[in-house]
């Protein structure tokens, strides 16, 4: 079965370098050598902070057995995580608004480098404070770097339609190469130069730490609401109307919820899926195939936002509920493929159909990203954005809060079941924001049509 990895690899490999060295003038979006400096900039920026994030991933589980934790406490750890994001998260947002979203990026860079350094004590309230430090940081990097971006873009006057440019380069590089290399280096810190499990973390602080440095000298300031009259509760409040009265603003933000939490309930479950028996799978390397796999998915996304037609809101609509689908293939293949009672051994057959599966969601994933990032620049109130997308979060980490902590509660069929029955449902959200995006041109369109019907007797 070893061939079978580097079969879906390979494939996958040579689809991503085609797909972009395939690429029409119809296909790029031809931008100035002022917005290229700029976007160019973001990226390389964007590429550290998610190098940062990336080098952690993988150790954060097996560096905390390494102390003697067991899955109770890891649990709990994960939890503090999730749950600081939530509580905090909101806050740092509205204060990345109200201080500056580039103060907001270099807090980041500290929170997490803070975090970092909590990985080298083997106390429990320790590591405790670094998963707490570690979910404001998350917070700050889903919300604070966008928000910089799409106001510092619109500051420069630059054409809106760029943005998708920078967003769609900035998923296939930050959540595709660097992740496939931050793989490759970790692996190289730990096993090959038995560095130990802390190594990752402190080569995520020094990718983190060239990271701020750039910001503090080439990022300029902006802001969301910067009134002084305005204290925390305003903003939330303001926030929160804003969200209420806008039927655009509040399905995005169930859109997001919903995707989101599947998503990082997957990220738990896939282990498990494709070795229910303890089989011998290479985890390293099918991580990096679903990397792959999202590069694939922001390469076609850059090409779809290039042109005019499809729309966001209508080709996302596919998207969620490829995505549903693909997520329902262990249930699927629990009634179609009798189960194998052998432990250890390779990857089975049905590990097989639903690593292929798995992949699709994950090119999903990989679409998903930059589009969204695009709807949000388009319908989130420049004054209070940072605020409103950790709005957003609140609805995604309990989910996940809950989740970890039922985890061994449902069946694994269930927790899938459950991931493909909320894509559906975004799915059909997605269609309900499509709806309203396109309702003012079909009025527009059928109220010219009736101002043509009046004016014909008056021109006889």
Known sequence: MEAFYYLVFGALAVVVAGAELSKSNKDRVNTSAAFNSFKNNYLVVYSLMMAGDWLQGPYVYYLYTTYGFGKGDIGHLFIAG?????????????????????????TYCITYILSCITKHSPHYNVLMLGRILGGIATSLLFSAFESWLVAEHNKRAFEPQWLSVTFSKAIFLGNGVVAILAGLLGNTLVDSLALGPVAPFDAASCFLTIGMFIILFTWTENYGDPSESKDLFTQFRGAAVAIASDEKIALLGAIQS????SMYTFVFLWTPAL??????????????????????????????MARQSPRVESYMQIVFAISATSLLLPIVTSFLVAPSGTKGGSISFAGCIQFLGFCAFEACVGLFWPSIMKMRSQYIPEEARSTIMNFFRIPLNIFVCIVLYNVDAFPMTVMFGMCSMFLFLACFLQRRLMLIVEKPKTENWAGMKDRDTESEPLNL
Not at 90 to 102: M, N
Not at 279 to 285: A, R
């Open 258 to 261: 919903l995707f989101e939490g």
């Open 275 to 304: 070795s229910p028996n303890d089989e011998d799978i290479p985890h390293g390397f099918i991580f990096s195939t679903f990397m792959l796999s999202s590069m694939l998915g922001s390469s076609l996304a850059s090409r779809l």
């Open 82 to 106: 999730f749950g600081s994001s939530m509580l905090f998260g909101t806050i740092v947002g509205s204060l990345a608004d109200k201080q500056g979203r580039k103060r907001a990026c270099i």
